[in-house]
């Protein structure tokens, strides 16, 4: 054994059988959080039948669009639905607006007797992370008739090809507490309904099997009274979105039984 100055420094001492602590919380932080993950960040939300970033239908997401990005989606159902939304992502607060144009007729496709006009918005209050879930509060059909009104916060997050979301909900269309459908001069005074009744749970999840397709599936109290109320039929959604980037442009295209409530939505990219 050498001693002095020229001797080489001593090799520190680990008990058999414990690794150091630092090598084991990298260790756990690396089969939590996937590398591809980290490295590409969220995929592109996809978009609801309400035009929003969603899953199927009805409950939203907590994820967002690209800044600057323009949604266009066209959804109708059998039964006597149309809607048309606009989608836009302002830049750079985080700030989401849409408006909703639709048509409901209880004579079947094309035999339309109500027009609806609703606004919509959403605010990223969380960007998703490597460790954290995006977070949005938003409000939908906030100024209108209120065929649609719920607000809703929500929390979405990416682990590996699925993206799972969950979040409370007011209102009928996600708590499943009807609210009435005001009309006339009283069409815009829906605020004293805003955040009010008893929040329920929603969720989805989606996963992602390759580039061009993707397996989703939704919950909400949502028992779609309304359509009830109108329609006697069953009804099947059908939907198509054009979305405008700054890269291009993408679109897509799906089909599903409302009454059973599932489907595909196929992304955009």
Same mark, same amino acid.
């Given at each position: 054994?050498? *001693?002095?100055?020229?001797?080489?420094?001593?090799?520190?001492?680990?008990?058999?059988?414990? @690794?150091? $602590?630092?090598?084991?919380?990298?260790? $756990?932080?690396?089969?939590?959080? %996937?590398?591809?993950?980290?490295?590409?960040?969220?995929?592109?939300?996809?978009?609801?039948?309400?035009?929003?970033?969603?899953?199927?239908?009805?409950?939203?997401?907590?994820?967002? &669009?690209?800044?600057?990005?323009?949604?266009?989606?066209?959804?109708?159902?059998?039964?006597?639905?149309?809607?048309?939304?606009?989608?836009?992502?302002?830049?750079? %607060?985080?700030?989401?607006? *849409?408006?909703?144009? $639709?048509?409901?007729?209880?004579?079947?496709?094309?035999?339309?007797?109500?027009?609806?006009?609703?606004?919509?918005?959403?605010?990223?209050?969380?960007?998703?992370?490597?460790?954290?879930?995006?977070?949005?509060?938003?409000?939908?059909?906030?100024?209108?008739?209120?065929?649609?009104?719920?607000?809703?916060?929500?929390?979405?997050?990416?682990?590996?090809?699925?993206?799972?979301?969950?979040?409370?909900?007011?209102?009928?269309? &996600?708590?499943?507490?009807?609210?009435?459908? &005001?009309?006339?001069?009283?069409?815009?005074?829906?605020?004293?309904?805003?955040?009010?009744?008893?929040?329920?749970?929603?969720?989805?999840?989606?996963?992602?099997?390759?580039?061009?397709?993707? &397996?989703? @599936?939704?919950?909400?109290?949502?028992?779609?009274?309304?359509?009830?109320?109108?329609? $006697?039929? %069953?009804?099947?959604?059908?939907?198509?979105?054009?979305?405008?980037?700054?890269?291009?442009?993408?679109?897509?295209?799906?089909?599903?039984?409302?009454?059973?409530?599932?489907?595909?939505?196929?992304?955009?990219?």
């Amino acid at each position: 054994m050498f *001693t002095g100055p020229f001797a080489p420094p001593a090799t520190p001492r680990v008990r058999p059988g414990r @690794a150091p $602590a630092a090598l084991a919380i990298l260790a $756990a932080v690396a089969t939590l959080v %996937p590398s591809t993950a980290l490295a590409e960040g969220p995929a592109p939300p996809t978009m609801s039948l309400f035009g929003t970033p969603g899953f199927i239908d009805n409950p939203p997401t907590g994820e967002a &669009l690209s800044d600057g990005e323009l949604a266009i989606t066209a959804a109708g159902m059998d039964g006597g639905v149309l809607r048309n939304t606009f989608t836009f992502q302002f830049s750079p %607060p985080r700030l989401t607006g *849409t408006f909703r144009y $639709a048509a409901h007729g209880d004579g079947g496709v094309w035999d339309y007797t109500n027009y609806d006009r609703s606004f919509d918005w959403n605010f990223q209050l969380l960007r998703e992370s490597a460790f954290l879930p995006s977070l949005s509060v938003g409000m939908r059909d906030f100024a209108g008739t209120g065929r649609y009104s719920s607000e809703y916060l929500v929390a979405s997050k990416q682990v590996g090809p699925v993206t799972i979301s969950g979040g409370l909900g007011w209102g009928g269309r &996600l708590a499943g507490h009807p609210r009435p459908i &005001l009309e006339g001069a009283d069409a815009i005074d829906t605020w004293e309904y805003w955040f009010t009744g008893t929040p329920e749970l929603f969720g989805g999840l989606r996963w992602q099997v390759n580039d061009r397709l993707s &397996l989703v @599936a939704e919950y909400s109290r949502d028992s779609y009274q309304v359509e009830v109320d109108d329609f $006697a039929s %069953p009804m099947t959604a059908h939907g198509t979105s054009a979305r405008i980037t700054r890269s291009g442009t993408g679109t897509s295209a799906c089909t599903t039984p409302m009454a059973h409530k599932s489907g595909c939505v196929p992304p955009m990219r």
